[in-house]
């Protein structure tokens, strides 16, 4: 994770809270007005989604992890028929039928009311939603708790990341985020931080990007050393992917220390708009593609 997109979803929570609760409330209705015998696993779904209903509704991590407990001991209590039960769980909460456009509340709906422009896992690729008379697409949602583990968090808003294909296919692909624990972009602070190296002496570092050396590469690192930042970098190869754009980080450096120099040159008499010649809001740097890589540099800079 590298950029932090805390209540990200806080303009479509009530709605989805609304599709969400209904399909709870139908399937508890189903089962009780139902006659005769129930699928094996029919009757354990039941007391698990009762048991799990606030839960899976809430907006708060330590609810969504206590889910995932109860899902796992009702799954251990199954036994022999974990599987069907597991299944039934699968039938609930049915994330296909969510992606399917529709006028109803959809994927498409919900990803209309994302506040992110940007994929928090990496920040260099776009995640944002258009819909025109050509067509529409959206970011893909990573379930950051994966669906195919814990079926029951397969529509729970909070556990949904707008993100690219890349990160959320290529990379992530099956890690299991509960037991391998990641930096949650919608409930964790930020805590990757990019910085420019170069082979020789950190002293030669301005002259190594000066001359536009080869050996200049950007990098990232945690800000403070903990294992969901560790985890973060490896399994969405940051390190590696930001290598390839080291030019646009060289670019960058240069341009704004091109531009403090201008700035504080007496003998020009007209204002200088950094925003405008950067191209780059420091104060909005998560609207920005490479927005955090360029935010470390300029603070580096600043300094």
């Not at 699928?39 to 509704?57: I, N, S, T």
């Not at 099956?174 to 190296?197: A, G, M, R, T």
Request: aromatic residues 14%; proline residues 3%; glycine residues 2%.
């Amino acid at each position: 994770m590298i950029l932090s997109v805390v209540r990200n979803w806080i303009d479509a929570e009530a709605e989805h809270k609304l599709y969400l609760s209904n399909i709870i409330k139908k399937f508890i209705l189903t089962i009780e007005s139902a006659c005769g015998p129930q699928r094996a696993g029919r009757m354990e779904c039941y007391y698990f989604v009762k048991d799990v209903e606030k839960l899976v509704l809430s907006h708060e991590l330590k609810d969504i992890l206590l889910s995932i407990d109860v899902f796992k001991e009702y799954k251990r209590k199954a036994g022999v028929i974990s599987d069907m039960f597991v299944k039934e769980v699968e039938r609930v909460f049915n994330y296909k039928r969510f992606t399917v456009k529709g006028p109803k509340w959809n994927a498409y709906a919900l990803c209309w009311k994302s506040k992110a422009r940007i994929c928090p896992y990496c920040n260099h690729a776009y995640a944002f939603t258009v819909q025109s008379e050509s067509g529409d697409f959206r970011p893909t949602l990573d379930h950051f708790f994966f669906k195919d583990e814990y079926p029951h968090l397969a529509l729970t808003l909070y556990n949904l990341v707008p993100s690219c294909s890349s990160c959320n296919s290529s990379l992530k692909g099956e890690v299991d985020f509960f037991k391998e624990k990641h930096l949650n972009p919608l409930f964790d602070v930020e805590n990757i931080e990019f910085y420019l190296s170069a082979g020789g002496a950190p002293s030669e570092l301005d002259e190594a990007i000066q001359n536009r050396r080869i050996d200049v590469l950007v990098k990232a690192k945690a800000v403070k050393e903990c294992s969901q930042s560790e985890n973060s970098l490896k399994t969405f190869a940051i390190n590696e992917r930001y290598e390839t754009l080291s030019m646009e980080a060289v670019d960058f450096y240069l341009a704004k220390k091109n531009y403090d120099e201008a700035a504080l040159n007496t003998q020009f008499s007209f204002k200088f708009d950094e925003t405008a010649l950067l191209r780059f809001d420091r104060a909005n740097y998560s609207r920005y593609l490479l927005g955090k890589m360029y935010a470390d540099i300029y603070d580096a800079l600043s300094r």
